[in-house]
Structures are given as structure tokens and as C-alpha cells.
């Protein structure tokens, strides 16, 4: 993007005493005349001048609009739903459950809320869970935690590290997993049911696997013992974390999909940057190229209510949206696109103006000064 | 032998048995084996950055505070002292070695009556010490005796101030005879002297030797420095040795000298760290609020530490977090890289070919690795003359002889006149061929102009082998003007007391001696009266043309106007002029002069009155012969050298212990003086201390000086002397020029005369000060540097010049010449004055330009890659959760991005080498600081925010709902810290490619190679591998992976990229298009035109006919009288007896109260007289 001239700097590159000074360099006093120690090596000496600037303003301009209004047109046609389920209004289905949270109850507080789409979402559909004002990205939480016991490393798992406190043990039995962020884990359950025009309902497929880091998946997790059937034994001597209702190895009846290699698990320890986040919850598989995998119409979303998020104010969402090779919908970077590309258009033609105004000046500088 | 010494106040007498242990051992180095770690590291914590990082590093290791790991402090940390102590051990490893050499040289003791060799360290107080010829003095001495009659011997104390002409030294009468070593060594004198000062030209004391005092000045001492001349041996007893000596108290302590940069990157640093403490306060704060609103509800899933029960203590604890975090505002990385840029720097200037001598084999050498950019600051230059602006080589150069001026021709080199004149001498360099055809061809006049050169002198002559006749001259003018009277045919052999030998023309003439009428500073010439063979009594006079030539016989008007044309000529040349005379006189006039002569050289009061107005007498109706023009010779290249330096606007002083005349006149010759300055003041009023009549004196000094001053700042209100040039615009726009003496000097700088003088100094072009002591050259460089806050420098050759060099910004050594202690003492040494122009203009403006560049980088990469921390506070509930990966916080600063910015403080170039040559207004931005100061910090800083806040806050915009094209969400906390650091990495590389004026191969390799390095640490540092061998410290695993093939990710940090950049690219842009600065017209101008040639006429070397005072001579009066008085010949070779019967009083006791007259009674000089009387 600027002018370039390679050279060698011209100016006295040849010594011709070079050769008669001989006997002086031969006892090592005179400098190396070489092109490193005489500060000459061969240089590309950029400039900023009009002739590469402004060109460099005006591509920039008309690389980033269309790559804006590229992107911009591509997230419009993501589809998006989401729905709040907190509760925190009184009208709201969950708002009893919202209320009458207590660490102790053993029945779940159930809630179901409609809703509906009005346009159908065409390919695979996926399914979030979205909280707000949760610090997952503070720093005792996000240290809480040992990799090293997630790993499956026996010895972690029954020595956890001293950075899982207070959650390392529980009436001095080791908890597995341990730390503040296992023990936090997002344990509502959200299932969707398609209400057909005739009020008859069906449940809509939900898949929970592959909704995790294929890396995280398969090599920073780990069951003790290695994979095999026998959870119960591996994770003998340990007890599960004083939010959690049953312990690690009951997550998941797939042994693909309990234990630490929990997909639900993985997914929330893997911590968000920023107190309000979304995970993947479940993905909606596309059956037939015929139907649409969410068609238009009315659905239930039965939540079983068992995170509580009254003490700190935290809201709890269900989204639902389609994806495309960007990604999930992103309105803001297809606008800051168009924006920064714009804003650089016109910088490019100010300083056009600029340069024809005043620019001849620089051409004939008062040097002789 | 017991010597003693007291305090001049309380004569106390100090046995010598402590002081015996003083050896003649000089150290300048620091540490020894044992000593350098824990002195060195003592010094290192002294430094504050490394003191604030230790107790980081201690911060650290408390769990609660700790929100980095132990190893991002302590890696860098170590690094940096690593690196200091390295540079130290390697530097004091080389003063151990210049010590060594110093110390180890060898000189004759006298031990148990035998003469040993031993080292100069070994040398101790009350050892006597046999010196030869041409030896350097390896202690202050008191000189016994010596091979040369009546105890004397001959000095050169050029290392110690400056001067060049020889001196004499007496040793006491009573100890004169103990020539041999049996009898010395059974010398059992005691000696009370003052204690140790650096008066070089004072010393008091008494020896007590076999029941008899004898007092002892300054006549008698030679002093570490010197190098005795012309004098076979001579003993001397050690009086003070090692650092006692004068000349080391005159060396001035050690001072570590900072630049300027220095000072204002450690405000800077305090100023960030004021900085850092606020964020840390507000974030604390925001912490406080937190924790008490939101963290004390979100207690259910993130408990407090049970240590840690309220929100303040959480707010305290965090404030010192936030502290540890934010400490890469800070840069601990800054003070390394600074030092290995200068490294770099100081190596360009060693590897310099052009500024390498091959005369003398010598390159320029860096001796203070650390000042480097102070040389692109240089507002003020001090040079030393002698031997640095001049190669204190006089050589004959032009004449006029009748009115013919001869020499003007191109110089033929050195024809060969021994085929007609065996004796000529070959080094001389004059020839003009029509000269020597008149002198073969008989002119008469040409013979009477060289024969006066071969009579009228002092110079001493001594024949080593048959026909080889060696001059020992005590002036080097005189040498030359007798060496070229020899050459053409008038070879001056021998003198007696009495008389002079001269081979005229092959032919042997002996010329009577009657009188010599010595040389002083008010007559401003000599004359000596001489009987030739055939008896005729005539009076050869040379002397400055100003009093010559009112005193000549009025019948040689015309030659006289056609002779002060040539002089005019030759004077601004620069050449040193005499003008020479003859008088006839009869037998009577003699007879009856020499009356009178006799008469005033026997009275007691007012014997320099009564001899001055006698040789007045005498010296009148002279006939004019001619005038000589001496060359002191400049070195190669100062007169250019001097006019780019102040079209660079560097004020140049020249600071000597000449004289006045000598230093007007190199002014001129080495165009710092110019005929077209509006005026030249002159102050040179004497003024001794403790007198107290003298205040009348000083009034009138002031006086001069107020005008000075009324003159030179044009704005005081009213010109009060009406003689002053006229209109306030002329004054203002004049160029003016300051010349003044040590005596006044020592008064301008007292505390009321200073702000005056340095307003005066202040106006003017160029400033000499003549007849300064080496302190006062200090102590000249101490005023400017107090008032005008300037960058000084200070050049100079000798060992006079070792306080000013030590004193200045930079001390500057001329290398090459006889002696090093100016080497040593300074921070640049090279061979040839000329060299400073490149050691400024070229080295000097790049490492500056270099520094600055490097400094608004620095600060600014670190504040955009710490601020994100700042942003991410708001975020993270003010936890002190840090947005990168530990990893990328330990080698961000030393890996990822010091070496392109390392690159370019040490390579880049803004201008080609030759250009800032041509355009030496090109330094200016320098001198002014305009590069870095707190302005650029202030911007620096701020795009350097700006760019925290684009990288927090895009990736914040766009991730916050972005999930990747699998679904799953992009908003993680380890995706997040990979594109931030990535945009990171990736902004601060596109920033230095901006910044970067000129791309080498290592620029590309290393800003490419740092961009590498960068993705390929960190797809390690994120591999299985390191996972799965300590799962607990690379958790970012997958991360590089996972994130980096998102194209979402991809178009975040070309967004972030594109808005950090652009708008530095468009202010530059303006920047350059409607203030450009001379090097972007130069550079823009260079690209455009390559082949355009440059407008600068370098020098200018106008000329106009100006009158000036040529009589330079480096003399010293008192030496007509050694040689009537006979008491410097050897016995044997005085034929004639006729010495004794005259002068017979001790010629060193008139020479001295002449000298102590001098000082007491001479009047100064009226103040100001105006040199330059235009005709």
C-alpha cells in the first residue's frame, strides 16, 4: 500500500582507497567496510505521500462495503428467536418457580412457556441457553477449577488442587468435579414441544452431542480410568458438588456423554468472557430437505426450573437460530463493516481535497533555510 | 627521610608514615570479582523500575493479590538485570584494563642508591624518581637536580593545560648538585607543603634539609602530566602521588552522566506510574462497588475467600491485583532495550569507515555506550584549541618581503633545498621558487628579512651530530620562522651569551649580541641589537604590525601600505603575522642607549617601567622589511567542519589556556570569527581577589560587560552608550561574537555576573575564552548548562581538558595526539575534529531520531496491549482477570514484539547519511526536542488507549453474540483472549511496519519473523502436547485452533486492525501534507528527485580586507634574559665568559617578581576595545 524503491543507498558506495589501504585494515583497526557496519544495507524507504495513501483510503472503502453489506444481508437472513424464561415478571409461567427457589427442594419446579415463530427456520436449528449478569469471566471463578482432575489424572481426582477451594472438599471427602465452575453448573432442562393447529403436541428431537469443542471433548476431558463402563467405581471417593442433585457419573445415561466427558459439562466450563453469554444447549437436527426443521407456527418450551439466578439478578434465555458460514446472527459486524468502510471513503476524498488545496506546497520547501 | 605536609591554616605537621602508604596506583574501576554481584545488584535495585518489579515480583507470590503467575515478572526481570550487569562487568572490565596499562608503566626509583625499575603504581610518596627525555612525570615532583645546568629543566605542560610552549623548571640550589644516585639517595630533606588541590600553577612549601628552610613554589615541581623536554634526565622527589596528584584532583569526580532522554523517560515512567496507581484506584473502587452490589449476591456460586469477608478488604486486595496487571504500563523491558539500542548505535559509530583516521590508524571509539541520542541534541560545543582544532603545527607559509609578497603560489611540495644548502632543514613545507632566486641572486633586502629571522629570536640550538642542527624552540612560531631563515641560507648555529653564529649563505658570521629587547604582552614585539662583523650596530626588530608600523620611519609609507595589504591578506587567511624591522644605529646612539639601558636594568622600583620606556627609546625610525605569515595549522576539515555545525545552530566556544591573540586568530582561521559580525567584544579586564582596590576595576568590567549586554539583547530599553551601534534593528540582527579572558571569566562567573554574562553569551555566534584554567572551562560549561538547560559538549585533546569533558553532556576525546587522558575521560574519542560533524549530524540525529521513534512505540505498544486490561475490568466484576493468556503477558514484551521495534531503533534512517550533511537544518528537531517530549509521550499514550479501547471493545461488539459456524459460541473467555491478542500482535506489527522509515532485510526478518513467532507459540503453547504433560498450565488448550479458523474471528481483526490504523494514517498523511517537517521535504524530495542537486553553500567564507593584529607569538618573556644571563648554556659550550660580568642577579628571581608584577599591578586592559577598526 506504499510506494516502494529499492535501493541500495547510491552515495559513495565504493571506497577506492579500499584496495591501497590494505596494510592499514590488516592489523584490524579499520572498520569492515561491509553494507551492515557502514549502515548502507540495501532499504525499502516508504513514504507516505498521495500517491499511496489516498489509494490506500479509498481500497480500504471499497473493500470493507461490500464485505459489510455482505455480511450485513447474510446475518438478515440468519433466523433468531429468544425467549426470556426467568420469570421475573409476575405474569410470566416461571415466575413461581423464580421465587420459591430453594438450594434444598428435591422436586423440580417446573414451567412450560408458548411461543411463536413466525417464519420457519430452514437448516439446522440450535439451541441456546443464554444468562446475563453471571461474572463467569471472574477471577476466582475462572481459576476454580483443575484441568489436571478434569484430565481424569487419579491423583487430581482425589487430591484436587488447592485453587478448587472451597469446592475442593465436602466433609473432607474430595469432590469431583471440583471448584467454584462445576459447581455452578447450569442444571435447568429445557425441552421443546411443536403445538400443532390442533393443539396436539410433539416433542421436537433435541441432540445433546456435539455441542462441545471437538478438543475439548475428546483430549482436555477426561473420565478417570479412561471411558469405560464403570463411572460409579471410577469416580468411588469422591463425592459431587453441593449445587449438583446427583453426582458427576449420573449426567448422562450414554457412557459417550457422562462423567466429565459430559458434553453439558464441557460446555459450561468452558467459561464465557463476558457476563451475559450464551452456550449451546442442544441442536436441532434437519431431517428432510422437504420440511423445514422448525416450521412456522406455535411451540412450548418446558423448562425445568432448577438454577436459581433471583439472588444476583441474573436473567436466563432460551435462543433458537440457524447459522450460516459466518456463524450465528451478527448484525453489528456487517454494519461496522459498512461503517469503517464508508468512514475510510471519505476520509479519502478529504484528504484528496486536502492534498489539492495544500499539497503542492510540500513540492517546494524552503530548504536553502 | 621524613616527609610531612599540613593544612596551610593550622601548621600541623602529619608524620609521614601514613601517608608513605599513598602508592602512585590510580583506579577507575568499579567492581573487582568478589564485589561486582552484590555491588552491581545493589546498583541495579537502586535503579527504581528494577525496585518497583522486585516488589511486584513479591506482590505475586500472595495468593489473594497474585493474578499473574510468579514467572511473568521474574522472567523479564531477570532478563534485565542479566543483560545490565553483563554490559557493567564488560565495562569495568576495560577500565581494569586502561588502569593497568596507566599503572604499569615503568619509571627509574631510586631504591638503596640503585636505580630500579618499577611499576608507576609502586611509586610512593618520598621516592625519587629518575626521569628521562621525553618520559611523562608519573607523580607530582619536587625536582632535585637535573643533567642540566643549574638544576633546570625543560617542560612541556601540554596534558595538563594546554599550553604547548616549553617551560622551565629550577630545582632549589642546595639540591641542584646532588646529581649522582650516592648522593641523592643520602638526601634526607623533609618537606611541609599544602595539602593535595588542583592549582596547577601554585604550590607552597618548605624543605627542611641539614638545619636550613628553604621555601618552594611552583618553579620547582613538575607535576604527573608533563613530559619533560629537552633535558637529559633529572631527579625529582615524589610529593604527591597517585590521586593526590593535581592533575588527577583537576580530573573532577566520575559523574554518571544521563541524557536528557534519560531524565525525562524516568519522569515519564513516574508520571505512568502515577497513571497506573489511578487506574488501580479507580478499579479498586469499581471493585469495592461490586462486590458490595452484585459479588456479595452472586455468593451462591462464587464465595468470598473466608480471609476475605467485605468488600473493602476485596477493594484493597484488588487495588494491588490491578497493580500487578497494569505493571506492563511500566515497561521493566524499556530500560534494556534502550540500553541495547544504544549499544547498537554506539557499535555503528566504532564500525564508522569515514569517521576512521587512517593517518594515525585510529577509528572512532564509543567509551560511554549510554549517551548516544544527546549527540542528535548538541546545542553548544566546547572545543579546546590546541591540538583539536589545531594540529599545533606552525609552519612558515607566506612573506612579504619589500613589497613582494611571496608564497601566494599553489604550494609546490617541499622542494628540496639542501642542493644548495646542506643545512636546510626538510621538514619545512614553504617554498617559492622566485624567493630563492632572490635570495642566490643577491637581494639585499630579502637577506636583511631572512637574516633578521636567524638573529632575532630566542631559540637555542644544539648540534647532535656533525650538521644536523636541532632547534629548541619555546615557541613553535619561532621554530618555524628560524627553520626558514635556515632554509633559505641564513642557518642560525650557535649563541653564546654574548653572541650570535649564523652561516650566511654557507659563510659564518658571528654577530655581537648587545641587547635583547624582550618580548611582553603590551609590546607586542622584540627586538635584539646586534654588532656584525665589520661593526656596524643594528637593531632587527619583529613584532604585531599595529606597533611596528607607528614606528617606523615615515619614508617607508608606501612599502608599509603595500605591506599591510599583504598582511590583511595573510590575516584573513588566519595566518599569524609579524611584521620585521630594522634600525641602523651609530656608535654614539648605542653608546648612549645602553646608558640608559643599564640604568633601568639596575633600579629596583618600577624596573619593568623604567626598561619598557627604554626600549621605546630605541625602537623608533625603524626601516621596514617585510612581514611573515605563520600558519598555526588547522586540522583537516574544521573551518567546514565549523560553518555545518552552526548552520546546525550549535553555538561553538572555544575554550583555551592560549592566548588571547593566538585564539582570536584561529577564531578567524577556522571561520568562527568573521570580518562581516556586526562586532566582536573583548573583555579581558585582570582583576585579582583580596585586593580591595580593585572593586573600581570589576565596576568598570561590569560596565563592559553591561554594554555587552545592551548591545547584544537589542531589546533593553535604551542604548546607553552612544558609541554603540546604532539602531535596535542592526543590533538585533548582527552577528556577534565574545572573547574573553580566564581573569575575567573568573568574575563573569560569580553568582551576580552570571545571569548577565550568560545573557550576553547568549546573543553571540561564537565565544572564545583564552587563558582559562582547566576548572574554569568546567565551570563555563556548569553556567551554561544551569541557565540555558542545553545539551553541551565538549572536545579536546589534552589532559586540560579531562574536567570539561568529564563536566559537559558529552565529553568528546581527540585520539591520536600525545597522551590519552582526555581519552579516557571522554565519552566519544576519535582522531580528527572533523570527525564531530559526522559524530553529530549523521550518528548523532539517527540515534536520536532513532530513540524518539523507539520511545513513542514503546510506550505506546504497551499501553495499547495493558489498557485492554482496564476495559475488561468493567466486565469482569473489577477481579483483576486478565484478558490474555499468562503466556502472551510473559513474552508479549520480550518476544512478540521487541525485536521489530529493537529493529528499528537501531537501523532506521530517515534521511540518507549525506543529506543530513547537506541540510544540517536537519538537526534542529533535535536541539529543539521535538521528537519526544511529553507532547509525542502525551500522544503516544494516547493512540496507544485509543487502540486498548478499539481492541477491547470490537471483539467485545462482535463476539459477545457470535458463535462459530458449528454453533457453538464464540464468546468464551479463551476465544476471546486469542483474538484480542491476536489483533494485538497484529495491530502493533502494522503500526511499526508505519513507523519504520527504512525496511532492511533484518526490519522484514524480524517484523515477519515476530508475526511467526507469535501464531507458532502459540498454536504450541494451545497443542495437546503441552496439555497433556502439565494439564494445569497450558489450559488453553484447542484455543489457536478452534478460534483461528473462524472467519468471524479473521473479519474482528481486520476491523480492529483497520480502525486502530487509519486514522494514524490519515493524521501522518496531513501531518506531512501541511507541516511537513525539513526531513519528510528532504525524504519526499529525495523520492522525487533523486538527482537534484542541493542549494546549500556550505561555509561562508566571505572575506573582506579587515585589519587585524597578527602578533600571535606562544611566547614567554623572560627568556631574552636566560640567554644574556648565559644560565641556560652549558659550560661547555660557553666560549665566551662575558655572561658573568652581566645581569648577574638571579634571572629566575626578576622573572618571578616580574610575574608576580604582573599580576598585581598590570592594568587591565580598557574592557571591549573594538578589534575590528575596518580600513
Redesign the interface.
Known sequence: MMASSYSAKEEDGHHPGASGAGGAAANGRKPDNTAFKQQRLPAWQPILTAGTVLPAFFAIGLIFIPIGIGLYVTSNNIKEFEIDYTGTDTSSPCFSCYQNFSWNSTLPCKCSLPFSLDQPFESNVFMYYGLSNFYQNHRRYVKSRDDSHLNGNLYSLTHPSKECEPYAHRDNVPVAPCGAIANSMFNDTMELFFVHPNETRSQIPLKRKGIAWWTDKHVKFRNPGGNGDNLTAAFQGTTYPVNWHKPVYELDADPENNGFINEDFIVWMRTAALPTFRKLYRIIEKKSSMTPTLPSGNYTLEVTYNYPVHSFDGRKRMILSTISWMGGKNPFLGIAYITVGSVCFFLGVVLLLIHHKYGNRSSSPDIAS | RILTRDSPLALMRVPIQCLRKRSNCIVTSKYNIITFLPVNLFEQFQEVANTYFLFLLILQLIPQIS?LSWFTTIVPLVLVLSITAVKDATDDYFRHKSDNQVNNRQSQVLLNGILQNEKWMNVRVGDIIKLENNQFVAADLLLLSSTEPHGLCYIETAELDGETNMKVRQSLSVTSELGDPDKLAQFDGEVVCEPPNNKLDRFSGTLYWRDCKYPLSNQNMLLRGCVLRNTESCYGLVIFAGPDTKLMQNSGCTKFKRTSIDRLMNTLVLWIFGFLVCMGVILAIGNAVWERK?GS??Q????W??SVNNFLFSAFLSFW?YVIILNTVVPISLYVSVEVIRLGHS??I????KM?C?HS???AEVRTTTLNEELGQVEYIFSDKTGTLTQNIMSFNKCSINGHAYGTCTMQKNKDFSSWNPLADGGLCFYDGSLLEAVKTGDLVAHEFFRLLSLCHTVMSEEKTEGALVYKAQSPDEGALVTAARNFGFVFCSRTPGTVTVHELGRPVTYTLLAILDFNNIRKRMSVIVRNPEGRIRLYCKGADTVLFDRLHPCNHELMNITTNHLNEYASDGLRTLALAYRDLTEDEWEEWAELYRGAGRTVDFREDRLAAAYEEIEQDMMLLGATAIEDKLQEGVPETIAILSLANIKIWVLTGDKQETAVNIGYSCKMLTDDMTEIFIINGHTVQGVREEDAMKEEETQGLGKACSLGNGFSEKPKNPTSPTSLLESISGEFALVISGHSLAHALEADMEYEFVETVSVCKAVICCRVTPLQKALVIELIKRHKKAVTLAIGDGANDVSMIKTAHIGVGISGQEGIQAVLASDYSFAQFRFLQRLLLVHGR?SYLRMCRFLCYFFYKNFAFTMVHFWFGF???F???TVYDQYFITLYNIVYTSLPVLAMGI?D?DV???RSLE?P?LYEPGQLNLLFNKREFFICITQGIYTSVVLFF?P??????????????????????VTTATALVIVVSVQIALD????????HFFVWGSLGSYFTILFVLHS?IL??LF??QF?F??SA??TLK???VW??IA?AT??CI?PV??F???K???K?Q?S??????L??QKKRK???SLGRLGRSGSHRSGYAFAHQEGFGELITSGKNMRLSSLALATFASRHSASWIDTLRKKKHGNIQNTPSTPPAPNFNCDC
Open positions: 493474578s452484585a449476591l452472586f451462591n456460586f462464587l464465595p475467600d473466608p491485583s557499535y555503528f566504532n564500525w564508522d569507515r576512521y587512517s590508524n585510529t577509528a539517527w466486565f469482569c466484576g477481579s483483576a482477570q537501523f534512517q540518507p547519511e549525506q541540510y537544518k470490537v467485545y461488539s462482535v463476539l459477545s453474540h457470535a458463535t462459530q459456524s458449528n454453533g457453538i459460541a464464540l464468546a468464551d473467555y479463551q476465544t476471546f483472549a519504520t522509515g527504512y525496511w532492511t532485510a533484518i526490519n495437546d496439555f497433556s494439564p494445569q489450559n488448550l484447542g485452533q478452534n473462524q472467519p468471524v473479519l474482528t476491523l483497520v480502525i487509519a494514517l490519515a501522518r498523511f496531513l506531512v501534507e501541511l511537513p525539513l519528510d521535504t528532504v525524504h519526499t524530495l523520492f522525487h542541493p542549494g546549500v
